[in-house]
């Protein structure tokens, strides 16, 4: 099957070559006998970009996606020369977008439920030299996974008229899926040089999102997970196919979780509502993969990304109502859990084949992280208030805190977990509920 769509005519090395490409590209396939972007051209993508040479195919300026649309389609990037180089100068860049964002949801209703949208993956870059070699002095990246939807859900009771009491006023918001970092696949017939940077993709980032109950009501709400990062491979089109890397070949962290917070709802006519909040998990990172080829040593350094972090969580349990007589109703429960780190990847540290046998790359736990896992998400949580009590009755207890921050994603340690019961309220004939303790931990690093 061709490298390029199908029903498009492959130029011949004898055809005269076309112009430069400029900055009126916007996507679309282009073929000529050689192709050329300039330097000081920077071309921003809306749609995919297909780019056929027969001979060379030169980039000296700045290939990169655009300002892509809430819930758009990815843009891959598809550079091939059919029968000589393709070769990204000193200032060509090619890459370093991101996938679109998810669609944000904002919800107030009686009980409001709100979901982000998920975001799209990072387009793919490619480059493939069918006879030749690539050569890399300047950077091609990953483009990274959009970011999950934003979830906002803001509970609203309808008003209540005695002796019927004020209904609905729960809320629960999800945060959308972040999109998943791109490949970055480099396929070459004789050899590929990399003096540049080769760079992969971060996985997107989930969603926050954020539950306000009212009416004394629950309020529900869960970060989005992350995505997974995007991976390099180097493919060689021919058994002997050669890599020199004088440059730097590094993949990315996975994406973070989203950030949770959920506010139970309060005072209203009776105990406050309860907040759950649990934090979104991080995701595994990239690495690194070489098929059909093998590296000359001596060569510069081939990393590994290590796990993204989970999202932290925020947990408030509501007011209690307070009373004319009797005693003030409990504050509602405060419940956070943050989300478990990512992994590292399973090819951790890279196999790197060398023609005396297999070398091992760069770690991830060399990257900065103990294990090499994304950290657990903090989790925040505060028991409500309770309710003011009447002339004849003491304050309302005030709601537990219970908080439990994320697992680290490799070693699944858990952070410390707390269960604290609120204050009681003070005596007749005013007595306030205490403020349930509010309790932080952290997940191992």
Known sequence: MPPYPPGVTPPKITDPPPPPLGNFVTGGTFTGSTLTVPAGTTINLTSTLVLVAAGDLKVNGIIQPGQLPAGGSPVDIILVSLEKDVIIGPQGMVGMGGGSVGKASTVTGGNARASGGGASYGGIVKLISLKGSIRIDGIVAGQLGGTGGSATATGKPSPGIWPIP??????SAIGGEGGEGGDVRLCAFESIGINGMVMGSEGGQGGYAVANGANSRDAYGQGGPAGKAGNIYFEGLAHNCQIFIIGVVEAFPGGRGGKAVANGGGPGSSAGGDGEALGGDGN??????????????????????????????????????????????????????????GTPPANNPPKVPTPTGIVLGVPASQ??????????????????????????GAGGTSGGATAQGGASGNTKVSGTKSSVPGAKGGPAPAGTGGIGPSTTSTGAP
């Open 166 to 171: 004020a209904l609905g006023g729960t809320a």
């Open 367 to 392: 990257r900065g992280s103990a294990w090499s896992s994304g950290k657990g998400g903090d989790a925040d949580a505060t028991g409500g208030n309770g309710g003011v009590g009447g002339s004849i």
């Open 284 to 341: 595994e990172g990239g690495t690194v993969f070489f098929n059909t080829c093998f590296v000359i040593p001596p060569f510069g350094p081939i990393k590994v990304g290590i796990g993204g972090d989970g999202g932290d969580a925020e947990g408030n349990g509501g007011t209690g109502a307070n009373a004319m007589f009797l005693g003030g109703w409990s504050g509602g429960e405060g419940i956070a859990k943050g989300g478990d780190g």
